[in-house]
């Protein structure tokens, strides 16, 4: 069992940036793979982008892709989600959470979700 936490999210003007973290503790990190998800209000939670356990491979939904970077850094528990550009319709909650089944862009793959954090863009 995984217990994950972010934080970093916050409020920004259009076409500026945020990193977010997801501290991990409680397992072995590194033998998960790890995504990123968000949910705006009155939407359902989308995948956003997705790292696998040694931090090589990366996957983004496409609206995303050129503009926020997944990272991890399996030494310190963490994972990051650097965010350039950002734009009014990422506006949402941003969730970390561990797979059990691999990279992936399915929300049923991942058994283990932070609590989410904020982050608000400003027009």
């Known amino acids: 069992q995984v217990q994950l936490v972010e934080s970093g999210g916050g409020l920004v003007q259009a076409g500026g940036s945020l990193r977010l973290s ?10 998960y793979a790890m995504g990123w ?7 359902e939670r989308e995948f956003v982008a997705t790292i696998n356990m040694s931090g090589d491979y990366t996957y983004y939904t496409d609206s995303v892709k050129g503009r926020f970077t997944i990272s991890r850094d399996n030494a310190k528990n963490t994972m990051y989600l650097r965010m350039n550009s950002l734009k009014p319709e990422d506006t949402a909650i941003y969730y970390c959470a561990a797979s ?18 904020q982050v608000t863009v400003s027009s």
Do not use: E, H, I, N
């Not at 998800?37 to 939407?43: I, M």
């Open 37 to 43: 998800f968000r949910q705006a209000p009155g939407k």
């Open 100 to 117: 059990v089944r691999g990279v992936s862009a399915l929300t049923y793959d991942y058994r283990y979700w932070g609590q989410g954090t």
């Open 22 to 31: 997801c501290a991990a503790s409680g397992s072995t990190f590194s033998s």
